[in-house]
């Protein structure tokens, strides 16, 4: 699926631009593309990449933001981009 920085048509009011900017230190492109229920397969040596205090943070900020994970949904490959 692919939705604007708002999260529309799915889901508009979505602060993905500002979340993304946040969490991951990142521009996001003008359409995001995403999987529907965050279904997705990373290398162990990918999510190893970063620390556990690194996604311990990210879940706090998660968990603290309004329809945080309807936004995660939509960062995860921003999270584990392909290399």
Not at 16 to 29: F, S
Not at 53 to 81: Q, S
Request: proline fraction near 7%.
């Amino acid at each position: 699926l692919t939705c604007s920085h708002d999260g529309e048509p799915q889901h508009p009011g979505l602060p993905l631009q500002r979340c993304a900017r946040e969490w991951l230190g990142v521009e996001l492109p003008q359409q995001v593309t995403f999987h529907a229920g965050a279904q997705f397969m990373v290398p162990g040596h990918v999510i190893l990449s970063r620390s556990r205090e690194w996604y311990a943070h990210l879940r706090h900020m998660v968990e603290m933001e309004d329809k945080g994970a309807w936004v995660m949904e939509r960062l995860w490959n921003f999270v584990w981009p392909s290399r």
